[in-house]
């Protein structure tokens, strides 16, 4: 599984490349039976004026590691995936340091999945609940 693991995670942070979650500095760091992991650096390119993490940010970092996840457990050399819905409640504000994205599948259809994600600071601090629907379409 070790090797597996390694070869998955290496393939999503490749792919990050030149994208929107390199220019966040997105990290996948593990992965699982039925989660990912990914960490995204907390920094004045991430603040919202105020100087804490931005709620748009947070959804991005939400939305990049619940659309990983559905390529990883779905087969993305058959379907693209695609989020179609996303909500978030933001409970704690974070200045510096890391915050966690772990995304896990709580519904797994045919066409569509639903995903929950945690934002989580490095105590493990819950600062945001996501919810991400994704839908999966055939690749002609």
Known sequence: MNDHKEKILKI???????TLMETLDIEY???????LLAKMPVT????QPDGVLHGGATVALAESVGSAASYIFLDGNKYFVRG???SANHVKSI???FVYARAIIL???RTTQLWEIKITNEA???IS????TTIALPRS
């Open 129 to 132: 609940l996501c919810k991400l």
């Open 84 to 86: 179609i819905e996303i």
């Open 95 to 97: 200045k510096e340091g």
């Open 12 to 18: 999503c942070n490749e792919t990050s490349k030149n």
């Open 44 to 47: 004045s390119k991430v603040h």
């Open 29 to 35: 760091i593990d992965v699982g039976e039925d989660f």
């Open 107 to 109: 519904h797994k259809g």
């Open 124 to 126: 493990d601090q819950l």
